[in-house]
């Protein structure tokens, strides 16, 4: 069970939008910053969104990320096969004093 | 381009203690924490701990009592020790770097910024 909670999975067509949703307490995302990370089959994770909703220089503008309490979101747009990966949120928690995971979501281009 | 890259056994008894190093290159280890995350087959992300370049470390609460981290600033690495592994320690182990944003109002967050490609380790008699 993780402290961060995401849809196990979630499903769209290439060229559509789709949301993936974290939701978390008063300790961790309604008090710091959300974290997004692609993780691609087979490898390691890659930082997707810091801050809430900064993107890392070389991610591609059609990923987004949003916040508003003690939720979370990120947002795909102009689907592609490519974006085919799983998808961790992850804030510090303050009551646990360490970093705490979403149990990840992972997208089906259809 | 900063680089971290995993070694260590990839087979470990029950009972007996995990140990990886993470070693750094492109980069120095000073000045960031570094921590150490696991992904068990075909599951989650879960942080282990993290220590930061002049030795002080914060461990994941579930796992304290069987973890150290240490660092070697003189060979650019840190380590994992985890002791009294079982069948659920097995898992990739991935060393990840954190740095932080600053906003314009003070506020600051960290992120892990550079990831490891991870290493696969099995506790198997």
């Known amino acids: 069970q993780s402290v961060l909670t995401q849809p196990p999975s979630v499903s769209e067509a290439p060229r559509q939008r789709v949301t993936i949703s974290c939701s978390g307490s008063n300790s961790n995302i309604g008090n710091n910053a959300v974290n997004w990370y692609q993780q691609l089959p087979g490898k390691a994770p890659k930082l997707l969104i810091y801050?809430?909703?900064l993107l890392p220089s070389g991610v591609s503008d059609r990923f987004s990320g949003s916040k508003s309490g003690t939720s979370a979101s990120l947002a795909i747009s102009g689907l592609q096969s490519e974006d085919e990966a799983d998808y961790y949120c992850?804030?510090?928690?303050?009551?646990?004093?360490?970093?705490?995971f979403g149990g990840g979501t992972k997208l089906t281009v259809l | 381009q900063v680089q971290l890259q995993e070694s260590g056994p990839g087979l470990v008894k029950p009972s007996e203690t995990l140990s990886l190093t993470c070693t750094v290159s492109g980069g120095s280890i000073s000045s960031y924490y570094w921590s150490w995350i696991r992904q068990p087959p075909g599951k989650g992300l879960e942080w282990i701990g993290y220590i930061y370049y002049s030795g002080s470390t914060n461990y994941n609460p579930s796992l304290k009592s069987r973890v150290t981290i240490s660092v070697d600033t003189s060979k650019n690495q840190f380590s994992l020790k985890l002791s009294s592994v079982t069948a659920a320690d097995t898992a990739v182990y991935y060393c990840?770097?954190?740095?932080?944003?600053?906003?314009?109002?003070?506020?600051?967050?960290?992120?892990?910024?550079?990831w490891g490609q991870g290493t696969l380790v099995t506790v198997s008699s």
């Open positions: 990840a770097r954190s740095t932080y944003y600053y906003d314009s109002s003070g506020y600051y967050g960290y992120y892990f910024d550079y």
């Open positions: 992850a804030a510090w928690d303050d009551s646990l004093n360490g970093w705490v």
């Open positions: 801050y809430d909703d």
